[in-house]
Structures are given as structure tokens and as C-alpha cells.
């Protein structure tokens, strides 16, 4: 928590929001994903990149979270932010935002700021 939100930073001192769901994955549900070459800045290329078939084909979307699913925020109509499901007092999202760093949030903190698409995925072991 409270780690900083650098462009590119893959950790342990700084994160963007995929490097700090791939470093909770590896480390805490031994799940290996690819990184993602993309300028954080550009909200569009952050939603190209997230939306890529071949990324989420190991993917299935799921309506009920569990401790380890991957989210998908967006503003508009595609995701531009990801963050990790935890099942910490009655379930919220580990992501890292520019501007804020490394935080938790409800669901409903996050549609309250303006996220309002959530969806969750479960990778496919």
C-alpha cells in the first residue's frame, strides 16, 4: 500500500496498475502472466492493450469475484485500468492509480469516482 504509480514500474518501490497485478499474481496465487510494452499514460493504448484477444484468451470472465480474479475498470466503454480482486473486509480491488499509488477500493468506491464498468476475470489454469 501506498507504493507510488510510475509509468512502467514493475516494483517493489513503484508500480503501474498491470505491474502490480502481475507481481500480486507470481507472488501470492503463482499465476505467470505476460507484461504489457505500453505507454500507462495513454488511456487508449492501456484499453487496446487490455482488449487484445490473444491476452484474454486465458481468461474467463466471471460474474462472482474471488481472492485472485483480475479487474477490468473503465470509464467508457473499455477498460483502461486493471486492478486484483481480494477477499479483504467483504471483498475490494488492489490497484495502483496515477496520482494515488497503491491502493484498495470497494466496487462501489470505484463507481462512486467514476469507474462504471467493473468486470472481473479468473485465469484459466
Same mark, same amino acid.
Given at each position: ?31 505467470? /502472466?505476460? =507484461? ?8 487508449? !493504448?492501456? #484499453?487496446?492493450?487490455?482488449? &487484445? ?8 470472465? /466471471?460474474? =462472482? ?8 475498470? !473503465?470509464? #467508457?466503454?473499455?477498460?483502461? &485500468? ?44
Amino acid at each position: 500500500m501506498g507504493r507510488p504509480w510510475v509509468n512502467g514500474g514493475q516494483g517493489p518501490d513503484a508500480f503501474d496498475c498491470w505491474e502490480l497485478v502481475r507481481n500480486v499474481l507470481d507472488r501470492h496465487f503463482n499465476i505467470q /502472466v505476460p =507484461a504489457v510494452d505500453i505507454d500507462a499514460n495513454c488511456a487508449k !493504448a492501456c #484499453a487496446l492493450a487490455l482488449n &487484445h484477444g490473444k491476452r484474454k484468451s486465458n481468461w474467463r470472465k /466471471v460474474t =462472482a469475484p474471488k481472492e485472485g480474479d483480475v479487474v477490468l475498470m !473503465a470509464h #467508457a466503454k473499455y477498460p483502461s &485500468h486493471v486492478g486484483i480482486w481480494l477477499d479483504v473486509d467483504q471483498g475490494g480491488i488492489l490497484h495502483c492509480m496515477r496520482g494515488a499509488g497503491v491502493v484498495y477500493s470497494t466496487p462501489t468506491k470505484l463507481r462512486l469516482s467514476g469507474w462504471g464498468k467493473i468486470e472481473y476475470y479468473r485465469y484459466k489454469k
